[in-house]
């Protein structure tokens, strides 16, 4: 599914303990947080040296910054440039952050992999990218007990390790996922792939199933997003997304897809045409969909729109951020530190561009009002994260998005 380095993470390890990075080049590269100068900023000019972090609130002072801060650049997704999520941290810092926004992870992953790296600190990934990541040696682990009180503190139960989130650790020997592993990251922004109900016209116990998508009772538009659009129907289908599948499970996806193409009434190439589709009631069901459909819909009052998780269930992304190899500003550990912040957290759930999505940080949530948590369906978000599945990545993606492009084609 994806390009990989030459050299594994470990032999890069090996490798940067042989020799000392050179100084960075980056402007503030040589600023210290923190008592202890030479361990707290060793890491930065190391090239997968694990990222430590001061005593809590520390990061949160502009004062232990030097005044050449430099400037953090982050690959991410959109809803994360918004002013209310960046301003404050460039302010208080005085200092510039770079945002540069993306829509695949794998298109990002290569860019990465190609050598992007060099030009970014932090990157914002769906959970699943932490494993080809770190395999690659794109990012640096980062030690969980020091920043346990920047991030999982702040988590809800089901964020928590001990309830058994494992999708921001990794077992080295593999780079499996494992709740015991090394931390690689930390969640973010959170939400679900399902698909788009108007629940003023499609019966309740009809969209209790995805099988609502595949009756003509209704008119479906079907957004041509195979990355995700496979993944449900492999749901709908009652086959397990995760692994390799067999040639009588891809015929099996094959057919329900061409199936799906041939009832559509519509095939809409992004999910802006999908959402209008349905708010000017040309669709009753927006296949896929998911939580991003809140953010130009729900929020503007149209309750009536339903990222609707049916009894297959629906799949569970993850944002998370790490940290890129290479040199960083004396920012860049502030940045992590202040994109956990309760404050920001919920900036990003409401931010004044992008997205409405929820996050895992307790205080945020608590902080919603009531209009708030009824768009972002946060009273919701337990009994959808109980029947639905996490994104841990598809094994053999690529061929199944050959089976929806042959699907689609076959349909018209």
Not at 300 to 317: D, K, L, R
Not at 336 to 356: C, D, E, F, N, R
Request: hydrophobic share 35%.
């Amino acid at each position: 599914m994806t390009d990989t380095n030459d050299y594994s993470r470990r032999q890069l390890m090996k490798a940067a303990a042989a020799s000392t990075v050179a100084s960075s080049a980056l402007a503030g590269c040589s600023g210290i947080l923190g008592d202890d100068a030479d361990s707290a900023g060793e890491w930065r000019n190391e090239e997968l040296a694990t990222v430590t972090a001061p005593s809590f609130d520390e990061l949160y002072q502009a004062d232990t910054v030097d005044s050449n801060p430099g400037t953090v650049n982050h690959l991410t997704w959109s809803g994360y440039e918004a002013a209310n999520v960046q301003a404050p941290f460039q302010k208080k810092f005085n200092c510039e952050t770079g945002l540069d926004l993306f829509t695949s992870n794998p298109a990002a992953f290569d860019r990465l992999n190609g050598g992007e790296w060099q030009d970014f600190h932090h990157a914002t990934f769906d959970m699943a990218w932490l494993p080809n990541l770190a395999e690659a040696g794109l990012i640096r682990p980062l030690d969980y007990e020091q920043w346990k009180p920047y991030t999982f503190d702040k988590y809800t139960d089901r964020f928590q390790k001990s309830e058994g989130y494992k999708y921001a650790f990794l077992d080295e020997s593999d780079y499996s996922f494992d709740v015991d592993g090394k931390m690689y990251g930390v969640p973010q922004r959170y939400g679900w792939a399902s698909f788009a109900v108007n629940t003023n016209t499609v019966d309740s116990s009809d969209y209790s199933s995805y099988d609502a998508a595949w009756s003509d009772e209704y008119d479906v538009g079907v957004y041509d997003l195979p990355f995700w659009g496979v993944q449900i129907v492999m749901l709908r289908e009652g086959i397990e997304p995760y692994k390799s599948h067999s040639e009588a499970e891809i015929e099996q996806i094959r057919e329900a897809t061409v199936d799906l193409f041939e009832n559509a009434k519509t095939v809409v190439p992004d999910i802006a045409s999908l959402n209008a589709a349905l708010r000017n009631n040309e669709i009753d069901i927006g296949f896929i969909s998911g939580s991003w459909i809140n953010g130009s819909i729900r929020r503007g009052g149209n309750f009536q729109y339903e990222a609707h998780v049916p009894e297959e269930g629906s799949v569970i992304w993850v944002e998370t951020t790490t940290m890129l190899k290479g040199d960083h500003p004396a920012v860049s550990d502030n940045y992590l530190a202040y994109m956990q912040h309760g404050i920001t957290a919920k900036s990003l759930m409401w931010p004044t561009v992008g997205g409405t999505n929820v996050v895992p940080h307790q205080s945020a949530i608590d902080n919603l009002n009531r209009r708030q948590r009824d768009v972002l369906r946060v009273d919701d978000i337990p009994e959808i994260i109980d029947r639905s599945v996490f994104y841990t990545g598809v094994p053999d993606l690529d061929r199944l998005i050959s089976v929806w492009e042959d699907a689609k084609a076959q349909a018209q």
